[in-house]
C-alpha cells in the first residue's frame, strides 16, 4: 500500500495540471476544481489521508471540512489506503442476471477476500459499487480508468493472473 | 433499416477523429447554424423537432431553452448531463466513446444558440476514459477553428469544459449536478428557483442529457419539421435504447419511436429475442427505476393494442398496467430471474444513493432494503408486503427530488405484479433462500 510522504506535496507535473483545471472557472470559483483535483491526487496517492485533503484545501484556498464533506460523499474517493489494484465491481441488477454474482463469488475466492478488504500482499483491493453504465456488457470491474467486460470465472482468472505478475 | 440520426456513422473506423467525423458530413451544422442562422432560430427549430430530454424526464428540450433567463450582463451557461448511472442505461457512455465529436458539435450549436460562452459537460467519474476521449476531440475542434475565441470569424465564443463527477448517481439530477459542479456534495436543491433562472452559480442554466443535445445537429441539417417528421404523436425522432439482461443480442439500438416492443426484442434487427431456451417473464423498459412489466403486459397493452416503443404507449393504462420509457434502460428477464432479489437488489440501490436531505427518502429506502433483504432471505412475514406497500407510497412524492418516486416505482410494481412471487418466498422460507432459487408457479397477476 502506498506511504503517503509527509510534507505532501504533488509532483510538478500534476501541480502544473491542478493549475490548468483551477483555471477552467470563473474568477472566485476555484472549488469547483475540488472533484477533478482529488481525482488527480488519488491518482498519485491511491486514497485520500487527512493531510492530503488539508494540502487540497490549501491550494484551492477553501475550509478543510469542504474537502472533508465531499470526499465522504461520493463513492469513487478512497478514504483508506487501498492495493495496488482496486477491483471495483457492478453488483447492480443487470449484471447480476448477466451471472455477476457467481463471478464475483469466484473472484473473491481466488483473491481470498471480501467486499472492502485487501490481499495481505497488498496487491488487491476489493470494492463493491453501483452500476457502471455498461449494462449491457456485464458482468463488469473496473480497475482504474480500465473496464473489464463480459466477465466470466475463466477472464477473471486471466486478468488477474496478469495483474499478479 | 430504420433511419439513424444519432449513430448513422458510429461503426465507420476512425470516427472517434475529427477529420473522420468531418468527411462525414460533421461540424457543418455548426457552419449552417453559426453562419446562417439567429440563436432564436436555432432555438426555434429546438422547438418545431419535439425532442424530448433522453435523460428520463422526457421535457421537451426547446421549450425548456425557452424558459432560460436572459438578464443582461450576467453570463448563462449550458451544462450537458452526462453522469449516466440509472441501471439499465450506457447508450451516452456508448455514444460519448464511439463517436464524441457529435457530442461537441450538438454543444457548440447548444450554446450558441443559449448565448452561453462557457459550458459543461459533466460527466460521471467512473468514465475516466470517456472523459480523455471527449478532451482530445475538443483539442482538436479547437484547432480547427470550431471552439474557443471567435469561432469561424463570427465574433462567437465558446469554452467547453469536461467536468469528472466522483461517483453519485444523485448527480444525475440536475441541480445536484450544478451543486457538484460547484464543488459541493450532490444534494439536490429546493425549486423554485430553477436552474433556467438560478442554476450554476446563481446564473440562468439549461440542463440537458447527451443523447438530447446530440440530436441537434441533425436537427440543424434537415430542419425541426423534419426530425418532427419521424416516429409517433409527441414522441418524435429517435431514441436510443440501451438493451441489457436475458437477451440474444445485448447492447445499444437507436429505433425509431413507435418501432412496437415486439418488434424490439424479437427482431434481429435488435435485441434477437429472450435467450435460447428460456421465455419472456417481465421487462423494466426506462431503466431501474419505471415500473417492472409482467409478460403478458410487455408487448400489449391491458386493452390488447399493440404496445409501441413511444412515450405515451409505454405508459399506456398508468401505472396499474403500464410503465415509462424513461431514459431507455431496457432490462428483460426470462423465468430464471427472481423477481424479489431483484427488487432487493434495486432498492439497495436507492438506499446506497440516497442523498440524505428528505426523511422520508433516507429512511424509507433504507427501510425497503431491509424488509426486502428479509423477505428473499427466508425470514419474511405476510404483513411485510403490505407494509413495502404502504413506505414505498410514503416517500412518492414527498421529497424535492425525483430520487424517491425512482425507489419507490420498482418496489411497489412488482409487488403490483408479483405479488404472489412474494408470498411463495415468505410460505416457503427454506426453499426461497436457496442461492438460484425461483418461484415456478403462476408467473403473474395483472
Same mark, same amino acid.
Given at each position: 500500500m502506498t506511504e503517503i510522504p509527509n510534507p505532501v506535496a504533488f509532483t510538478p507535473e500534476r501541480l502544473e495540471k491542478v493549475k490548468e483545471i483551477i483555471a477552467r472557472y470563473p474568477e472566485g470559483r476555484q472549488k469547483s476544481a475540488l472533484l477533478p483535483v482529488l481525482h488527480v491526487a488519488q491518482e498519485q496517492w491511491g486514497w485520500l489521508s487527512s493531510e492530503v485533503m488539508d494540502y487540497v484545501a490549501g491550494i484551492l484556498r477553501i475550509e478543510p471540512v469542504e474537502v472533508y464533506e465531499v470526499a465522504t460523499f461520493y463513492t469513487m474517493y478512497h478514504l483508506d489506503p487501498v492495493g495496488k489494484h482496486?477491483?471495483?465491481?457492478?453488483?447492480?441488477?443487470?449484471?447480476?442476471?448477466?451471472g455477476g454474482e457467481d463471478v464475483y463469488g469466484h473472484l473473491k475466492q481466488k483473491l481470498g477476500i471480501g467486499a472492502g478488504e485487501t490481499t495481505s500482499d497488498g496487491l488487491f483491493t476489493l470494492k463493491e459499487v453501483e452500476c457502471l453504465a455498461a449494462c449491457g456488457w456485464g458482468p463488469v470491474f473496473q480497475i482504474r480508468e480500465k473496464y473489464y467486460m463480459n466477465l466470466t470465472n475463466d477472464r477473471v482468472d486471466e486478468i488477474i493472473e496478469e495483474l499478479s505478475k | 433499416m430504420a433511419r439513424k440520426i444519432l449513430t448513422e456513422h458510429i461503426n465507420i473506423p476512425g470516427i472517434e477523429s475529427f477529420d473522420v467525423y468531418r468527411q462525414q458530413g460533421g461540424y457543418t451544422a455548426v457552419e449552417k447554424a453559426i453562419k446562417t442562422m439567429t440563436p432564436e432560430e436555432v432555438v426555434e427549430e429546438a422547438k418545431k423537432s419535439g425532442v424530448r430530454g433522453r435523460g428520463g424526464a422526457g421535457f421537451p428540450m426547446g421549450m425548456k431553452w425557452g424558459f432560460l433567463?436572459?438578464?443582461?450582463?450576467? #453570463?448563462?451557461?449550458?451544462?450537458? =448531463?452526462?453522469?449516466?448511472?440509472?441501471?439499465?442505461?450506457?447508450?451516452? *457512455?456508448?455514444?460519448?466513446?464511439?463517436?464524441? *465529436?457529435? &457530442?461537441?458539435?450538438?454543444?457548440?450549436?447548444?450554446?450558441? %444558440?443559449?448565448?452561453a460562452n462557457k459550458s459543461f459537460i459533466y460527466v460521471r467519474g467512473e468514465l475516466m476514459y470517456v472523459i480523455r476521449i471527449l478532451e482530445k476531440a475538443i483539442e482538436e475542434a479547437k484547432a480547427k477553428g470550431f471552439l474557443g475565441k471567435n469561432i469561424l470569424g463570427s465574433g462567437y465564443d465558446l469554452e467547453l469544459i469536461v467536468q469528472p463527477g466522483g461517483g453519485a448517481y444523485i448527480c444525475g439530477e440536475e441541480t445536484a449536478l450544478l451543486e457538484s459542479l460547484e464543488g459541493k456534495r450532490g444534494n439536490?436543491?429546493?425549486?423554485? #428557483?430553477?436552474?433556467? /433562472?438560478?442554476?450554476?452559480?446563481?446564473?440562468?442554466? /439549461?440542463?440537458?442529457?447527451?443523447?438530447?443535445?446530440?440530436?441537434? #445537429?441533425?436537427?440543424? =441539417?434537415?430542419?425541426?419539421?423534419? !426530425? %418532427?417528421?419521424?416516429?409517433?404523436?409527441?414522441?418524435?425522432?429517435?431514441?436510443?435504447?440501451?438493451?441489457?439482461?436475458?437477451?440474444?443480442?445485448?447492447?445499444?439500438?437507436?429505433? $425509431?419511436?413507435?418501432?412496437?416492443?415486439?418488434?424490439?426484442? =424479437?427482431?434481429?434487427?435488435?435485441? +434477437?429475442?429472450?435467450?435460447?431456451? *428460456?421465455?419472456?417473464? %417481465?421487462?423494466?423498459? @426506462?431503466?431501474?427505476? /419505471?415500473?417492472?412489466?409482467?409478460?403478458?403486459?410487455?408487448?400489449?397493452?391491458?386493452?390488447?393494442?399493440?404496445? &409501441?416503443?413511444? !412515450?405515451?404507449? &409505454?405508459?399506456?393504462?398508468?401505472?396499474?398496467? @403500464?410503465?415509462?420509457l424513461g431514459s431507455g434502460g431496457f432490462i428483460v428477464f426470462d423465468e430464471t430471474a427472481c423477481i424479489v432479489r431483484n427488487t432487493w437488489n434495486f432498492s439497495r440501490f436507492y438506499h446506497?444513493?440516497?442523498?440524505?436531505?428528505?426523511?422520508?427518502?433516507?429512511?424509507?429506502?433504507?427501510?425497503?432494503?431491509?424488509?426486502?433483504?428479509?423477505?428473499?432471505? +427466508?425470514?419474511?412475514?405476510?404483513?411485510?408486503?403490505?407494509?413495502?406497500?404502504?413506505?414505498?407510497?410514503?416517500?412518492?412524492?414527498?421529497?424535492?427530488?425525483? &430520487?424517491?418516486?425512482? %425507489?419507490?416505482? #420498482?418496489?411497489?410494481?412488482?409487488?403490483?405484479?408479483?405479488?404472489?412471487?412474494?408470498?411463495?418466498?415468505?410460505?416457503?422460507?427454506?426453499?426461497?433462500?436457496?442461492? @438460484?432459487?425461483? !418461484?415456478?408457479? $403462476?408467473?403473474?397477476?395483472?
Amino acid at each position: 500500500m502506498t506511504e503517503i510522504p509527509n510534507p505532501v506535496a504533488f509532483t510538478p507535473e500534476r501541480l502544473e495540471k491542478v493549475k490548468e483545471i483551477i483555471a477552467r472557472y470563473p474568477e472566485g470559483r476555484q472549488k469547483s476544481a475540488l472533484l477533478p483535483v482529488l481525482h488527480v491526487a488519488q491518482e498519485q496517492w491511491g486514497w485520500l489521508s487527512s493531510e492530503v485533503m488539508d494540502y487540497v484545501a490549501g491550494i484551492l484556498r477553501i475550509e478543510p471540512v469542504e474537502v472533508y464533506e465531499v470526499a465522504t460523499f461520493y463513492t469513487m474517493y478512497h478514504l483508506d489506503p487501498v492495493g495496488k489494484h482496486v477491483i471495483e465491481y457492478c453488483r447492480t441488477g443487470p449484471c447480476c442476471l448477466m451471472g455477476g454474482e457467481d463471478v464475483y463469488g469466484h473472484l473473491k475466492q481466488k483473491l481470498g477476500i471480501g467486499a472492502g478488504e485487501t490481499t495481505s500482499d497488498g496487491l488487491f483491493t476489493l470494492k463493491e459499487v453501483e452500476c457502471l453504465a455498461a449494462c449491457g456488457w456485464g458482468p463488469v470491474f473496473q480497475i482504474r480508468e480500465k473496464y473489464y467486460m463480459n466477465l466470466t470465472n475463466d477472464r477473471v482468472d486471466e486478468i488477474i493472473e496478469e495483474l499478479s505478475k | 433499416m430504420a433511419r439513424k440520426i444519432l449513430t448513422e456513422h458510429i461503426n465507420i473506423p476512425g470516427i472517434e477523429s475529427f477529420d473522420v467525423y468531418r468527411q462525414q458530413g460533421g461540424y457543418t451544422a455548426v457552419e449552417k447554424a453559426i453562419k446562417t442562422m439567429t440563436p432564436e432560430e436555432v432555438v426555434e427549430e429546438a422547438k418545431k423537432s419535439g425532442v424530448r430530454g433522453r435523460g428520463g424526464a422526457g421535457f421537451p428540450m426547446g421549450m425548456k431553452w425557452g424558459f432560460l433567463a436572459k438578464p443582461e450582463g450576467i #453570463p448563462r451557461y449550458l451544462v450537458c =448531463n452526462a453522469d449516466e448511472s440509472e441501471p439499465g442505461t450506457f447508450k451516452d *457512455h456508448h455514444l460519448m466513446k464511439s463517436i464524441p *465529436h457529435l &457530442l461537441i458539435e450538438g454543444m457548440i450549436i447548444s450554446s450558441f %444558440a443559449l448565448g452561453a460562452n462557457k459550458s459543461f459537460i459533466y460527466v460521471r467519474g467512473e468514465l475516466m476514459y470517456v472523459i480523455r476521449i471527449l478532451e482530445k476531440a475538443i483539442e482538436e475542434a479547437k484547432a480547427k477553428g470550431f471552439l474557443g475565441k471567435n469561432i469561424l470569424g463570427s465574433g462567437y465564443d465558446l469554452e467547453l469544459i469536461v467536468q469528472p463527477g466522483g461517483g453519485a448517481y444523485i448527480c444525475g439530477e440536475e441541480t445536484a449536478l450544478l451543486e457538484s459542479l460547484e464543488g459541493k456534495r450532490g444534494n439536490p436543491r429546493n425549486k423554485p #428557483p430553477f436552474p433556467a /433562472v438560478k442554476g450554476l452559480y446563481q446564473s440562468p442554466t /439549461v440542463v440537458n442529457n447527451v443523447e438530447s443535445i446530440s440530436n441537434m #445537429p441533425w436537427i440543424i =441539417n434537415n430542419g425541426g419539421d423534419a !426530425y %418532427a417528421a419521424i416516429g409517433i404523436g409527441r414522441s418524435t425522432g429517435t431514441k436510443l435504447i440501451s438493451a441489457s439482461g436475458h437477451i440474444q443480442k445485448p447492447g445499444v439500438y437507436e429505433i $425509431e419511436l413507435g418501432l412496437s416492443v415486439d418488434e424490439f426484442l =424479437n427482431s434481429d434487427e435488435y435485441c +434477437g429475442g429472450v435467450r435460447k431456451g *428460456h421465455h419472456l417473464k %417481465a421487462l423494466v423498459a @426506462g431503466g431501474s427505476s /419505471v415500473p417492472i412489466l409482467p409478460a403478458n403486459l410487455i408487448t400489449k397493452t391491458a386493452n390488447g393494442e399493440d404496445r &409501441l416503443m413511444s !412515450y405515451e404507449s &409505454l405508459s399506456d393504462g398508468g401505472f396499474a398496467t @403500464g410503465t415509462m420509457l424513461g431514459s431507455g434502460g431496457f432490462i428483460v428477464f426470462d423465468e430464471t430471474a427472481c423477481i424479489v432479489r431483484n427488487t432487493w437488489n434495486f432498492s439497495r440501490f436507492y438506499h446506497h444513493e440516497s442523498c440524505g436531505q428528505c426523511s422520508p427518502c433516507r429512511e424509507g429506502t433504507g427501510w425497503m432494503e431491509k424488509v426486502l433483504h428479509r423477505i428473499e432471505h +427466508g425470514h419474511g412475514s405476510m404483513h411485510d408486503i403490505d407494509l413495502l406497500v404502504d413506505i414505498s407510497k410514503k416517500i412518492e412524492g414527498n421529497t424535492i427530488c425525483p &430520487l424517491g418516486d425512482a %425507489a419507490a416505482w #420498482p418496489v411497489a410494481s412488482a409487488i403490483r405484479h408479483f405479488r404472489d412471487e412474494f408470498m411463495w418466498h415468505i410460505t416457503n422460507p427454506l426453499e426461497a433462500s436457496q442461492p @438460484g432459487a425461483v !418461484y415456478q408457479g $403462476e408467473m403473474a397477476l395483472v
